[in-house]
C-alpha cells in the first residue's frame, strides 16, 4: 500500500496549530521512521503535507508516549461517513460548544466514546 498524503488548505492548517514532522512522531513515540509511517497507513493517525513538504501530523493527536487513545476509531469512523483526511481534521479541531472545545481535545480528555458517536451520526 502506498502512501497517499493529502495537501491541505489555509484554513483547517490553522484550526490544528501545532504540526510535526514524522520524524518527531517517530522520536517522541521512540519508534523508528519506519513504524510512524506505518502508523500512517494504517489510519491510526493522519497527516497531510503543509506547504508541498514532508506529511505532518497535528501534535493533539500524540498523548506523552502514544496515539491519543480513541483517535483511531474516530478516524475509521470518519473514513466510513465519507470524510477524507483534509475533512477529517476540519472535523476534529472545530470547536464545538455542545462538547464544549473541539473534538480532539474530548478526545484527550477520555470523551472518545463521545466523539466516536458523534462522527458515527455524520453518516446518516
Known amino acids: 500500500m502506498t502512501l497517499s498524503v493529502a495537501q491541505i488548505d489555509q484554513q483547517t492548517d490553522e484550526l490544528v496549530g501545532e504540526w510535526l514532522s514524522l520524524s518527531e512522531v517517530a522520536r517522541r513515540l521512540g ?6 509511517k506505518q502508523l500512517l497507513k494504517d ?9 508541498g513538504g514532508e506529511p505532518q501530523v497535528p501534535a493533539a493527536f500524540l498523548a506523552t508516549d502514544d496515539v491519543l487513545k480513541g483517535l483511531p476509531g474516530t478516524l475509521t469512523v470518519l473514513g466510513d461517513a465519507g470524510y477524507d483526511d483534509v ?3 476540519r472535523w476534529l479541531f472545530t470547536p464545538d460548544d455542545s462538547l464544549p ?4 481535545e474530548a478526545i484527550a480528555a ?11 451520526a455524520l453518516a446518516f
Do not use: C
Not at 519508534?31 to 510512524?36: N, V
Not at 472545545?101 to 480532539?104: E, N, S, Y
Not at 477520555?110 to 458515527?120: D, L
Open 31 to 36: 519508534l523508528t521512521a519506519g513504524r510512524a
Open 43 to 51: 489510519r491510526k493517525i493522519i497527516g497531510v503535507r503543509r506547504n
Open 87 to 89: 475533512e477529517a481534521l
Open 101 to 104: 472545545g473541539a473534538p480532539v
Open 110 to 120: 477520555g470523551r472518545h466514546t463521545e466523539v466516536k458517536r458523534r462522527a458515527q
